[in-house]
């Protein structure tokens, strides 16, 4: 990216300083019923950590955000907080003057002071209950391995790129979360003893069955949905019809260095429309700006009051000078005599209207890939290509002893939601190990 776009766009994400965090945590009331805690999805016992906060206690809060997440610096910047935790909080509610308490800034401070002071170690139990394979290493699969190898279990995770992360390294801008904070996380989950194969992709390099023959007791799928949907419009084969998941990807890719900027499918000076608006749509648009494309449009069929994007996510775009056409929608790629994108009909309030640009970034879902799950036919998955799984044990698919949960399992959401369905996976997987082992088989 260029200089001029780094200037304008840098300050994303200011963390609290040391005075300003301990302040912030002195103004929690420390509730009684907790509203805040409620609102997480994994119950992060919020009023405890950030009381030790206050008293200056880092360690200890470090150790009560451990007790729940093993991601606390990601959750902590890219959680919807508004919607969760920050959006419960009582003194928010009380007064339209207060604000409610900056949570997740507090937990990113905990988490980066923490790493900055190596505060704590993890105690790293023996690895005597059983060996488990978790396939990819996004949210939920960092989870899981973390939480089983907290339990004493030997844990091998599988992932496709050339280092582990998942969409949490290729899928979110460095500018919402930084990737050292990411490569800091997958670190201190090996210093539990897990080991990462990367550059392996399950269904093609390595099957179920012979993660089975190797030893394994239980196998995690918790790969995603890798597969983007399509907009099925005339002329989708246009050049200049990218998907958003390939071009952040792509970003992510030229700021490690690993390519060349001119591999970038958004080039300065295009106008670049945007069709969707969800936090990827939020995600491409504002990574779009900051790559140098001249103007940017989200486009959405639904009115602003409907958009799944989070709030947060929206101020951010519009901040940043992202334009929005509500109610709007695309009806046919329009290409010039080369063959290449020169703009998209479109049809607002019964009129319709060609609106120029030379890229089009599709940012309306996903899916999962269909990998595995062709090489495991045991496995069952519904009409839309989710994995089928059991309440007990809870997670179980349709083949015994292989598990799966996150997106693959419950259609695409945030971190933190995948990250909660992970850790009810983590206490089936436990069960079913050890009724196992206890049974000889």
């Not at 269909?370 to 083949?399: H, Q, W």
């Not at 939601?417 to 983590?426: D, E, R, W």
């Amino acid at each position: 990216m260029n200089n001029h776009s780094e200037e304008k766009y840098e300050n994303e994400n200011i963390p609290f300083t040391m005075l300003e965090a301990i302040n912030e945590a002195k103004r929690c009331l420390r509730c009684k019923v907790p509203m805040c805690k409620k609102g997480c999805p994994i119950e992060n016992d919020i009023p405890d950590f950030i009381h030790a906060l206050s008293k200056g206690n880092f360690g200890e809060a470090r150790s009560i955000l451990a007790a729940k997440t093993n991601l606390p610096a990601v959750c902590g910047r890219v959680c919807p907080h508004e919607k969760q935790c920050e959006g419960n909080c009582v003194l928010g509610k009380k007064s339209k003057k207060a604000e409610g308490i900056k949570i997740g800034k507090l937990e990113q401070f905990v988490a980066d002071f923490d790493y900055d002071m190596n505060l704590i170690r993890e105690h790293i139990p023996p690895k005597t209950r059983g060996n488990v394979a978790v396939i990819g290493s996004g949210p939920a699969g960092l989870t899981v391995a973390g939480d089983l190898a907290h339990m004493g279990f030997n844990v091998t995770v599988y992932e496709a790129e050339n280092e582990p992360g998942g969409i949490l390294l290729y899928g979110i801008p460095e500018f919402r979360l930084p990737k050292d904070v990411v490569r800091r996380e997958t670190k201190r989950i090996a210093e539990l003893g897990v080991s990462y194969i990367t550059n392996t992709i399950v269904g093609q390099d390595i099957t179920i069955y012979q993660m089975f023959e190797k030893g394994f007791d239980a196998i995690f799928i918790g790969t995603g949905t890798a597969l983007s949907k399509e907009l099925n419009i005339p002329n989708k084969d246009l050049r200049g019809v990218i998907q958003s998941h390939y071009f952040l990807r792509m970003v992510a890719l030229y700021n490690d260095q690993k390519l060349n900027k001119k591999e970038i499918p958004v080039s300065e000076g295009e106008s670049v429309l945007v069709i969707g608006a969800g936090n990827v749509a939020m995600d491409a648009s504002r990574t779009a700006l900051r790559v140098g494309a001249k103007n940017v449009t989200v486009i959405s069929r639904s009115g602003q009051e409907d958009m799944p994007a989070s709030k947060f996510e929206y101020d951010g775009a519009v901040t940043d000078g992202v334009k929005f056409m509500w109610n709007t929608t695309p009806i046919e790629y329009i290409g010039n005599e080369k063959g290449r994108l020169a703009g998209l009909k479109v049809e607002v309030n019964g009129n319709e209207l060609i609106i120029p640009c030379q890229k089009v970034l599709i940012a309306i879902g996903s899916k999962p890939a269909k990998r595995i799950i062709s090489t495991t036919p045991e496995i069952e998955v519904n009409d839309a290509g989710y994995v089928i799984t059991k309440e007990r044990p809870y997670g179980m698919t349709t083949l015994k002893g292989v598990f799966a949960g996150g997106d693959v399992v419950h259609h695409p959401a945030t971190v933190v939601l995948a990250m909660k369905a992970a850790k009810k996976v983590v206490e089936g997987i436990s069960s079913y190990v050890d009724a196992k082992k206890l049974l000889g088989e």
